[in-house]
């Protein structure tokens, strides 16, 4: 059986079967859709953002469109953008079959299609695996957000998909935001791995006025979480009087948000502290896997005003009676 026949197999099951993906949440690992570009590297994707991956059919070219986006199709009666990911990594358009597939993905609530040369296959990878690329061997574009190697030896890029879409489209805008009154007495944290996420939500806290510390994988905020606790601890203070919400994205280096998440809900020194989940993961299964967590809202990425109408009665009235949930131990590694 060719091997873009297996791919397409592959995808359909674990797609027809999203929830059973379901119990990833906790586990620290997630499965991603490896690919090429024509090129020797090989490059991921998180399955939840794949909606279906395809031979690549008849493009239309339409005027004034951004650089690297070749056209449009019609899909299931919905026109849909096409962008050439490797023209956004610098992969020269040298093989006949660099742009012969096409992944068609939904994230950030768009969907839209990404011309690469073939599919591999669906493997599972435990978070404290990924790593944070050194800007220094993968440039400082921001494209690669995170690097993995795989049982067989080879490296494994994870794409910034919502880099690449800020590249050909332009980032958000974020609209007039009324700031709160009482911002100057509100702390949070927040923590995303993308470069340009943790842009977008730094315009909206400052909108709003609210004092923030940030982190760039879930690992480094439990850090961070833990040593507030503790001198919150050390010095009688109780912890929600001077951190007020956590911020979190689902997808991140050597911790998830489910993880992270999971640890602030079973630690009491956090009791009456909200976690808000952040993230790209357009499905509902993954609002689903957040609450198995105990998070307390969750909301798609990226609408700023949809973002601060959630925080801000979070942060005026966090549940002050929220109690970690028994049930779920607490994940320290």
């Not at 909606?51 to 009666?77: A, D, F, N």
């Not at 068609?104 to 591999?120: A, H, K, M, P, W």
């Not at 549940?319 to 028994?326: G, H, V």
């Amino acid at each position: 059986m060719p091997l873009q026949d297996i791919a397409l197999r592959e995808n359909r099951s674990l797609l027809d079967a999203v929830d059973e993906r379901t119990q990833l949440a906790g586990s620290n690992c997630m499965e991603i859709l490896l690919f090429s570009l024509g090129g020797p590297e090989t490059f991921g994707i998180n399955v939840f953002k794949v909606r279906e991956v395809t031979l690549t059919p008849r493009i239309t070219k339409t005027p004034h469109m951004p650089s690297g986006v070749e056209g449009v199709i019609s899909l299931r009666g919905s026109v849909i953008p096409v962008l050439d990911l490797a023209a956004f990594v610098g992969v020269p358009p040298d093989s006949e079959q660099r742009c012969s597939t096409l992944m068609v993905t939904e994230f950030c609530g768009r969907i839209q299609g990404f011309l690469v040369s073939d599919v591999d296959r669906i493997t599972r990878v435990d978070w404290d695996r990924v790593k944070c690329p050194d800007p220094s061997l993968v440039g400082t574009d921001g494209l690669v957000t995170a690097i993995t190697r795989l049982p067989d030896g080879r490296l494994v890029s994870i794409l910034d998909v919502e880099q690449i879409l800020a590249s050909a489209f332009g980032e958000p805008l974020i609209p007039e935001i009324e700031p709160i009154a009482e911002a100057a007495e509100m702390n949070m944290l927040f923590v995303d791995d993308s470069p340009i996420a943790r842009r977008e939500i730094s315009n909206v806290l400052d909108k709003l006025g609210v004092r923030y510390q940030q982190a760039t994988n879930g690992r480094e905020a439990w850090e961070k979480l833990q040593a507030l606790a503790s001198q919150a601890q050390a010095e009688g203070a109780a912890l929600h009087d001077r951190l007020q919400l956590v911020l979190t994205d689902a997808e991140m280096p050597e911790m998830d948000g489910y993880v992270l998440a999971r640890n602030i809900k079973s630690d009491q020194r956090f009791s009456g502290i909200p976690v808000v989940m952040h993230t790209s993961l357009s499905s509902h299964a993954n609002g689903a896997m957040g609450r198995t967590m105990g998070v307390d809202a969750y909301v798609a990425k990226f609408d700023a005003a949809n973002l601060a109408a959630t925080l801000v009665p979070m942060l005026r009235n966090p549940p002050r009676t929220a109690s970690p949930s028994p049930s779920i131990p607490s994940l320290q590694g």
